[in-house]
């Protein structure tokens, strides 16, 4: 089992920066890949960047250049540095932890936080 816990969601201006993180606990050793997804009102939740054990990352073409990815394995915690932020960024953002034991593969999510960027 894993848990995961987001942080650092917030009202910022369009143009600005917020740095969200995804602490994860339990059997975190399982882990083989981590991200987020979004979802706005009224859309589906969609894959927004996310990193693999081996440090590979993959970002939606909506938000290249614009947002990071990275984790720090010594904190068990997965972060999303997000910059040039646009209103169209506005959702609810979820952490989500794939892993596989004994070949069992496994889905966590975490319960989201909002981010809402103001034209």
């Known amino acids: 089992q894993v848990q995961l816990v987001e942080s650092g969601g917030g009202l910022v201006q369009a143009g600005g920066s917020l740095r969200l993180s995804c602490a994860a606990s339990g059997s975190t050793f399982s882990i083989n890949a981590i991200g987020w997804y979004r979802q706005a009102p009224g859309k589906q939740r969609e894959l927004v960047a996310d990193?693999?054990?081996?440090?590979?990352?993959n970002y939606a073409d909506s938000v290249k250049g614009r947002f990071t990815i990275s984790r720090d394995n010594a904190k068990n915690t997965v972060y999303l540095q997000m910059n040039s932020l646009k209103p169209e960024d506005t959702a609810v953002y979820y952490c989500?932890?794939?892993?596989?034991?004994?070949?069992?593969?496994?889905?966590?999510w975490g319960q989201g936080t909002q981010v809402t960027v103001s034209s």
């Open positions: 989500k932890a794939l892993t596989v034991v004994s070949s069992v593969l496994s889905v966590y």
């Open positions: 990193i693999t054990s081996g440090g590979r990352t």
